[in-house]
């Protein structure tokens, strides 16, 4: 199969355009193919050409072109990393090799003196031999150093560079000049510029495998992308590369195969599982017309699909560039940080020069050997690195961490607010219930239930209202044919009327019935008292000014509503339910549940005052509902939830998108945000601690004291881990389980 | 000699202060609809502050050398955005219009440092 890149055009309007471009295309060597999409602003090339010089050939003809990047980016880049990883490993090693058996002759005192003359040549060998070295095994720090210098820029490298650079240095003036400096001081550091440059490599090795971990969840995600796709071409089935799927193509699903874009099933059934996206354990049944989404796996049966959504617009493509870019956003915490890492490295520069001055002054004999040795282990030892890879690893494990759960953060801020929640207001319909109603009772007073049941379906046959719907399924459930409704009339707000096989008929609720002048018996009272109570709404069924039954529907409360609110408990928070229903029913529900509080009656565009008037309370809110109706609330809110919702519109607009249908992601989202910024904290503090107490250390600060001195060699291994230990500290939120799963 | 160091040392530090933390580099300028090309080479953006029109959208093109995992990521903190780098391949970053400001933008780390200036 040939490679394919797809690139999408900007600037393109016509037919003319697209033989123009397709043309520029084609001509660029290795491009076998060249098919450009007007509709879809795209081009799908075909052969082996290099994507520089296809953008560029696009450019040529006054358009812009971008690739639309896939799966095979994150191989790139994985390749990169690895080859990156391996020369970090043979830098250490070859700066080990040559720095550790001086190190070791020193200890054992078999080096040469420096006052004979062949010493003193042998020193000379070893420097420029260490020179050598240096340039190969750290390199990228001077370069570093160098670029970021004359870019006004000081960074790790800018440490690095110079503490090992002046350790060479002043060696090779010992070894030329010896007499330069009082004979106890007369000390050469070509090994230990090697050593620390050893160690550097290795911690920064050893930083890479720990970090390429952290993003094991949005590679998960990537590897849930099928390569290929069996698509329908002139009445033929035939395999493509996934990139080749165009939009409303006809692509063929067999059991046990992963969907591979988004669309709409056309022919044939089956049962998806969803659980990769959406956390959703069981399987969803799938019909004709029914949604199904790239990256989820087809169970059971055979189907076709018209490919509706491609490329970057699948939702699973639209949930990676989502986590993705909350993996590298940052809460306010992290900016701090930021600031901080800005200044940072000048500020170890002055405190290095400051400590050579305050050693050359006051320090003992040779004050020479003692400023320089401080200085070299200040530069070495100061490591922004831990400050600076503190935060985002954290969030880019915690946000993966989320997604695994369906549960998708926005960024970092909205991650970090989570946590600081105190009051979750929860939408009644479709959150906590399920939002589709259905018949609990049928009630008859008159003749049978099925009968009131089949002349109230006979009823809402002709009705838009939602109870109408769960009327009518319950009659279809239980295989009753409902008659054409005659006279049918809608009263607003009371119910309907008509005939029925000649039959007057009202079905409607108690106002109705007052209005019509029907009275209730007691036990019919009685009857209605406890469906209220039980949050159910009755529609009573009349004809002739005698009462025939009552049919009671009721939006059933989901199954995990319980626990959820169990777990907001347990997490302190108040649990508040809102919603646009009648006080009865809506306290009713809350009673179920166990909820502490209780905002009915409220209508859509009042959601919004509602949650600033309990953040005026000094609460800090999270709502939690399904994206459309709630969208003021959820804007309103310090953070918003979307539920079950993998809808565009939710997506975008909420700070947390829960993927399942159910409202135990918003504890479990909550859990991961505390955990996530307590292990913020942890290695904010760790690198803060470690660097207030080691720049100052090695600064020699308690050498008066204690005569603790710190060696540049440990420096430099202390430098290194630091980097290690924060984001191994950071991979350890990997194994963060969530209240229901632990 | 004691006062020779010392004021070479004091010259340093306000070498040091004045040259990372007055001083600035030269901007770039992005000019027309051709966008600018940014390197990523050496743990620095290059260029690292760049001019742009307040009220328009940007465009940049960034070029990454440099193959240190701190470069696989631009961040633009401000905006909310972020984009990955691949390796010797270049990669279009689309802005959104820009209020007049500075917009800073890092490495992950806020290492690699450049700034967006509108205006």
Redesign the interface.
């Known amino acids: 199969m040939a490679r394919a890149i797809r690139l999408s055009i900007d600037g393109m309007h016509c037919a003319g355009c697209v033989s123009k471009v397709e043309a520029a295309l084609t001509a660029v060597p290795g491009v076998t193919q060249a098919t450009v999409n007007l509709a879809e602003r795209s081009a799908m090339v075909e052969g082996d050409a290099n ?2 010089v296809l ?1 560029e050939a696009v450019r040529a003809t006054g358009r ?1 072109a ?2 639309i ?1 896939n799966a095979a ?1 994150e191989t ?2 994985e390749a ?2 690895m ?2 990883y391996r ?1 970090l490993l043979l830098q250490a090693a070859a700066a080990a090799l040559v720095g550790l058996p001086m190190f070791t002759a020193g200890m054992l005192d078999a080096l040469p003196d420096l006052d004979s003359a062949t010493g003193q040549v042998i020193w000379l060998a070893l420097g420029i031999i260490t020179l050598g070295v240096m340039m190969f095994s750290g390199r ?1 720090f001077y ?15 800018t440490l690095i560079a110079m503490g090992t650079g002046t350790a060479w240095l002043y060696s090779m003036v010992i070894s030329i000049w010896p007499h330069a400096v009082p004979e106890v001081g007369r000390h050469v550091y070509f090994e230990a510029a090697l050593i620390i440059i050893a160690l550097i490599n290795l911690g920064q090795a050893l930083e ?1 495998r720990a ?1 390429g971990k952290t993003s094991e969840a949005i590679k998960r995600l990537i590897g849930l992308q099928p390569k290929t796709a069996r698509v329908l071409r002139e009445g033929e089935e035939i395999d493509i590369s996934i990139e080749a799927v165009g939009l409303d193509e006809t692509v063929r699903v067999r059991p046990g195969e992963k969907i591979p874009v988004d669309g709409v099933l056309l022919e044939g059934h089956s049962h998806v599982d969803e659980s990769m996206l959406t956390g959703e354990p069981m399987p969803v049944a799938k019909q004709k017309g029914d949604e199904v989404v790239g990256g989820t796996i087809n169970t059971s049966g055979t189907f076709l699909y018209k490919a509706t959504r491609i490329g970057a617009d699948t939702v699973l493509a639209q949930i990676i560039t989502m986590v ?2 909350a993996q ?3 809460p306010r915490i992290g ?1 701090l ?2 600031r901080v ?3 940072f ?2 500020a170890v ?2 405190i290095a ?2 400590t ?2 305050a050693w ?2 006051f320090g003992p004999e040779p004050r020479i050997s003692f400023a320089l040795v401080t200085t070299m282990t200040v530069l070495i030892i100061a490591c ?2 831990a400050l ?2 503190a935060t ?1 690893m954290s969030i880019m494990v915690g946000v993966g961490k989320a997604a695994e759960y369906g549960i998708l953060i926005r ?1 970092g801020e909205a991650l970090e607010r989570a946590g600081r929640l105190t009051t979750i207001v929860l939408d009644k319909t479709g959150t906590l219930t399920l939002g589709k109603p259905q018949v609990t009772n049928v009630i008859a007073c008159e003749g049978s239930e099925d009968e009131i049941l089949r002349l109230a379906a006979s009823l809402e046959a002709g009705s838009e209202h939602p109870l109408a719907a769960a009327v009518l399924t319950a009659a279809t459930e239980k295989e009753l044919q409902p008659a054409a409704a005659e006279k049918f009339a809608a009263l607003t707000g009371r119910g309907i009327s008509g005939a029925v096989e000649g039959k007057p008929l009202l079905l409607g609720n108690r106002k109705l019935m007052q209005e019509r002048g029907i009275k209730l018996k007691a036990d019919v009272e009685t009857q209605l008292g406890r469906l209220a109570e039980s949050a159910r709404t009755p529609m009573l069924l009349a004809s002739d000014e005698i009462l025939l039954g009552i049919v009671a529907v009721a939006d059933p409360v989901r199954e995990d509503s319980h626990a959820a609110v169990a777990r907001l408990h347990a997490l302190g928070m108040k649990v508040v339910m809102l919603t646009g229903d009648n006080r009865h029913t809506a306290e009713a529900v809350a009673k179920e549940l166990g909820v502490d509080g209780v905002i009915a009656e409220v209508m859509p565009q009042d959601k919004g005052s509602r949650i600033a008037e309990l953040q005026a309370q000094g609460e800090v809110v999270g709502m939690v509902g399904d994206g459309i109706n709630d969208a003021a609330a959820l804007a309103r809110a310090d953070v918003g939830f979307a539920i079950g919702a993998g809808t565009d519109a939710a997506m975008e607009s909420a700070d947390v998108t829960l993927m399942r249908s159910s409202p135990t992601g918003v504890a479990s989202a909550i859990e991961i945000s505390r955990a996530t910024m307590v292990n913020i904290r942890q290695n904010l503090f760790g690198a803060f601690v470690y660097n207030t107490l080691g720049i100052p250390v090695a600064a020699g600060i308690l050498y008066p004291f204690i005569g603790l001195l710190l060696n540049p060699i440990i420096a430099g291994a202390a430098m290194a881990m630091s980097s290690v230990t924060v984001v191994s500290n950071a991979n350890r939120l990997r194994l963060f389980k969530v209240g229901d799963s632990r | 000699m ?1 006062i020779l ?2 004021l070479l ?2 010259g ?2 306000g070498l ?2 004045w ?3 007055l ?3 030269k901007a770039a300028k992005a000019a027309g609809q051709a966008p600018l090309t940014v390197l990523v ?6 260029p ?1 502050r760049i001019e742009v029109p307040a009220g328009q959208p940007v ?1 940049l093109t960034f070029v990454r050398k440099d ?3 701190c470069a ?2 631009v ?1 633009f ?1 401000d905006l ?3 984009f ?1 780098l ?2 010797d ?2 990669t ?1 970053v689309q802005l959104p219009a820009l209020k007049r400001g500075g917009y800073p933008f ?1 490495c ?6 450049g700034v967006l200036e509108a205006g």
């Open positions: 994507v520089s953008i812009e971008v690739e990047k980016d790139q880049k990169a990393e080859a990156h020369r990228q370069v570093g150093a160098f670029k970021g210098l004359i870019h006004h820029s000081a960074t790790m490298d890479m970090r993705r870019q590298s956003s940052k900016r940080v930021d890492a800005g200044v490295v000048p520069l002055i020069v400051l050579f001055i050359f002054d922004p690195c600076g890879l985002p960024n | 004691t160091v010392n040392g004091l340093l530090i040091i202060a040259w990372f933390w001083s600035e580099s080479d050496g743990g620095v953006y290059a690292d465009k193959s240190s995992p696989a990521q961040v903190a909310d955005l972020s990955d691949v390796m391949s270049p279009e890092t992950q780390m806020g290492m690699y440092r």
